[in-house]
């Protein structure tokens, strides 16, 4: 009797163990493909930005001015925007948001579209949510998606973009000469780890500024 309990005893305390090597295992895998999909997420978001910027230099080519709910035109008839992106409809949980703009889910699910910018027929922006939760944004997607579009001047210079927003973090050409919020000013120096640490905790979009030729 006793050799069985013994017996018992072992099996039961291989299978603990069998049990726990086995979840820390599906735990690793689950980590690395939450990291994986999220990265594949980010980058398709990143190539929906430069597609849509460049999608409205091209139809903005032959436009007088910039339509102010921007997203609409390049959705309706003309079907240009982004397959990458999941079109929602006619409302969003961010501010300031032009009227009639058609708003579409960017590929991490959060919303997306492009206007004009108040006071400036050559400038449109395209608005990047981070959060579903207005004040409760996920800082992780955030300093995955800033670095890979705004990560250093040469970024910035290639895209085209004038200037940008996000939390308290301004930078681009000046609020006089093209109507984008005040405090944005010449000549930022590209962003440090610390800033976008920072900036990344309250952000809940980001704005990027495009003029209609890069």
Not at 117 to 141: A, C, H, M, Q
Request: hydrophobic letters at 40%.
């Amino acid at each position: 009797m006793s050799r069985l309990r013994d017996q018992q005893g072992l099996t039961i305390l291989e299978l603990i163990i069998v049990l726990i090597v086995a979840g820390l295992i599906m735990a690793a895998v689950w980590i690395a493909y939450s990291s994986v999909n999220r990265n594949d997420r980010v980058t398709r978001t990143v190539s929906a930005i430069d597609k849509t910027a460049q999608a409205a230099r091209d139809y903005l080519a032959s436009q007088p001015t910039v339509p102010p709910a921007l997203s609409t035109n390049l959705y309706t008839p003309t079907d240009l925007m982004p397959s990458e992106l999941t079109f929602k409809g006619g409302t969003s949980i961010l501010s300031n948001v032009n009227a009639g703009t058609q708003v579409f889910r960017s590929p991490l699910g959060y919303d997306f579209f492009v206007q004009s910018v108040t006071g400036n027929t050559n400038i449109f922006e395209v608005r990047i949510g981070l959060t579903n939760i207005s004040g409760k944004p996920p800082g992780s997607i955030c300093l995955a998606l800033i670095p890979k579009l705004i990560g250093n001047m040469n970024m910035v210079n290639e895209r085209g973009i004038v200037g940008w927003q996000y939390s308290n973090l301004l930078s681009g050409t000046t609020a006089t000469t093209n109507g984008m919020p005040s405090g944005i000013s010449d000549g930022a120096a590209p962003l440090t780890s610390a800033q976008q640490q920072s900036a990344c905790a309250t952000a809940n979009d980001l704005h990027l500024y495009y003029s209609i030729r890069p």
